[in-house]
C-alpha cells in the first residue's frame, strides 16, 4: 500500500478527528506513556519560566502530557490537521498554553523560540523527510535544549514486527474501519513497519548533530514496539544550564 504523506495524511487525521480519542482510549496505557515520555525530559522547577513546542500535538493528548510534566511551563502546540486541532481547543486549557495551525516544518520559519525543549509524539515516521525536520528542530532548540521523541519504533525483533501486525489487524484497523477511515489505520500498521528501529533512529538524531541520543523503552505490551528518544542540541555542559 501506498502510505499517506503531508496534506493527503492531515486530510485523513481531519476526518479521523471526531473518534480519534475514543479510539486511542483503546489502546491501554496511551496518556500514560505520553505524560511518561514528556517526564524523560526531567525539566527543572516544573518547567517555570521555559517555552516548550509540541511538534504535533494532534487532539491535545500529548499536549496535556506535557502541561502535566511541567506545569509551570509557557507551551505553543502546532499540528497540521485542523480538525485534530479543532477538537484540541474545544477542551480546557490554562491560558500559557497556545495552539497553531501549522505543518512541523512550517514552525521554523515562524521565527518563534528559540524553545527550551521540543516533544514530537508520533511525528517523523510521518513526514516525508525526517532528516530535513530533525534539522529543522535543531534551529527551534536553544544551545543545549532537549528533545523527546515519542514514536512507534520497532525494537528490530522479528517478535515485535509479527506482534505489532497482529495488534493491528485484530484491533486497531477493524476499530478505525468502524470510525469510517480505514485507510489512515492501515497506514499507521505500515507507517510503523517501514519506519526506523530503534537503533536507526538513534543513529538518525546523531546525524542530525544531536548528543547523547538515546532510546529508552515503552513499558506494557508496547515494548520493543514503541520507544521515547532523549536527545540534546548540544553538549551536556550546555544542557545542565536550562532555566
Not at 496535556?64 to 507551551?75: C, F, G, T
Not at 514530537?120 to 527551534?140: E, Q
Not at 515485535?160 to 478505525?176: E, K
Amino acid at each position: 500500500m501506498t502510505l499517506l504523506r503531508d496534506h493527503d495524511l492531515a486530510r485523513a487525521f481531519d476526518r479521523a478527528s471526531r473518534t480519534y480519542d475514543r479510539l486511542t482510549a483503546l489502546n491501554p496505557g496511551y496518556r500514560t506513556d505520553l505524560l511518561r515520555s514528556a517526564r524523560r525530559l526531567r525539566l527543572p522547577g516544573d518547567g517555570a519560566g521555559l517555552h516548550l513546542l509540541d511538534l504535533g500535538c494532534g487532539t491535545g493528548a500529548s499536549t496535556r502530557a506535557l502541561l502535566r510534566a511541567a506545569p509551570r511551563a509557557r507551551i505553543t502546540a502546532v499540528d497540521a490537521s485542523s480538525g485534530m486541532l479543532r477538537r484540541a481547543l474545544a477542551k480546557r486549557w490554562p491560558a500559557r498554553v497556545s495552539f497553531r495551525h501549522l505543518t512541523a516544518e512550517e514552525v521554523a520559519t515562524t521565527g518563534e523560540g528559540p524553545y527550551d525543549a521540543v516533544f514530537a509524539a508520533y511525528l517523523f515516521r510521518n513526514v516525508t523527510d525526517p532528516d530535513g525536520l530533525l534539522r529543522a528542530v535543531r534551529t527551534l532548540l536553544r544551545p543545549g535544549g532537549r528533545l523527546a521523541v515519542h514514536e512507534y519504533s520497532l525494537s528490530g525483533s522479528v517478535v515485535h514486527r509479527a506482534l505489532w501486525t497482529t495488534v493491528c489487524q485484530g484491533l486497531i484497523i477493524p476499530a478505525g474501519t468502524l470510525s469510517g477511515d480505514r485507510a489512515l489505520y492501515r497506514h499507521l500498521w505500515r507507517s510503523v513497519l517501514d519506519f526506523d528501529t530503534a537503533p536507526a533512529f538513534t543513529a538518525r538524531l546523531a546525524d542530525a548533530g544531536f548528543t547523547d541520543p538515546r532510546p529508552v523503552p515503552v513499558a506494557g505490551w508496547q515494548t520493543g514496539i514503541a520507544h521515547t528518544f532523549l536527545a540534546r542540541n548540544g553538549s551536556a555542559a550546555a544542557t545542565e544550564d536550562i532555566r
